[in-house]
């Protein structure tokens, strides 16, 4: 098929959806650059739980032989794969936060009344934030690498993968929540209630056993957050592991997400339908 045939169903050929693909994330990539206080804010948070807490936590939480770990682990070795997955958790609920203000004055107000399937706008944006994210995580892990955690060099390729399923999964929770809000004052209680009990009732800072021993509720809490299964999943990749279970959760997490993402966003049904029924006569 030519590159200028249409696309069944849209009427647009193959290019016009590249070209929203590389807008959006020339875009992201702009924006990202142009505010460096959002990229050392995304790694003050992960580098203070790892210089600070996991310092003073060294000895009381030991963390024993269990995978993928081959030996006994210090408790930093164990968190830096948590605290990464926390930077794809805040990049995309950030990123979600700037879809919020972009829906009601930016370029994405222009967009979502553009031919363009909204799936394929939401696409982009997700894609955009989670290349953002996974180049934190990055070079989260390299200063990491000074704190002498060091996994095995073929492992910081494995990762990639993996940074990039967790993130697309974090960043489709992030367009869900964004397609709820309507106000920006109302996003930082959203987060509260999202990201700190995803991130805390998972296994980024302690080990399930342990929470187990502690409260049983508690650990089949932790065990049905998506969270925990892109932490075990990034967690597994980094030694060169592949965890299956956690791989399949984070899928099924990723597409049921993104379905209701769409939904939300659509104009019968989501966002835009209740903004024309509150502007409606009263």
């Not at 958790?89 to 972009?102: A, K, N, P, T």
């Not at 929470?211 to 299964?229: I, R």
Request: aromatic residues 14%.
């Amino acid at each position: 098929m030519s590159a200028t045939h249409a696309i069944a169903g849209t009427g647009l050929p193959p290019m016009a959806y590249l070209r929203c693909l590389g807008g959006i994330v020339r875009r992201e990539a702009l924006r990202f650059l142009n505010q460096r206080g959002r990229f050392f804010s995304a790694l003050v948070r992960p580098l203070i739980w790892l210089v600070i807490f996991a310092s003073g936590f060294r000895f009381v939480l030991g963390v024993s032989i269990v995978p993928p770990y081959e030996t006994y682990v210090l408790y930093e070795e164990y968190v830096v794969p948590g605290l990464a997955t926390m930077v794809l958790l805040f990049q995309g609920m950030q990123s979600s936060l700037s879809m919020v203000y972009d829906r009601e004055v930016g370029s994405m107000r222009v967009l979502l009344t553009s031919p363009l399937p909204r799936w394929w706008l939401l696409t982009c944006k997700l894609l955009a934030g989670v290349l953002v994210g996974v180049l934190q995580a990055y070079v989260f892990l390299f200063i990491a690498w000074f704190w002498e955690v060091r996994p095995p060099p073929p492992g910081y390729l494995a990762v990639l993968p993996a940074l990039v399923l967790a993130g697309m999964m974090l960043g489709a929770l992030g367009l869900l929540l964004s397609a709820r809000i309507r106000q920006l004052e109302n996003f930082a209680v959203i987060m509260n209630f999202v990201i700190f009990p995803m991130f805390f009732a998972s296994s980024a800072l302690y080990p399930l056993w342990r929470v187990k021993e502690g409260s049983l509720w508690l650990w089949y809490v932790c065990q049905a957050n998506p969270f925990t299964h892109a932490v075990e999943l990034v967690r597994f990749a980094l030694y060169g592991r592949f965890e299956p279970v956690a791989a399949l959760v984070v899928l099924l997490a990723l597409l049921l997400f993104g379905a209701l993402a769409v939904l939300g966003y659509d104009p019968a049904r989501g966002v835009m339908a209740r903004r024309g029924a509150a502007g409606g006569p009263g």
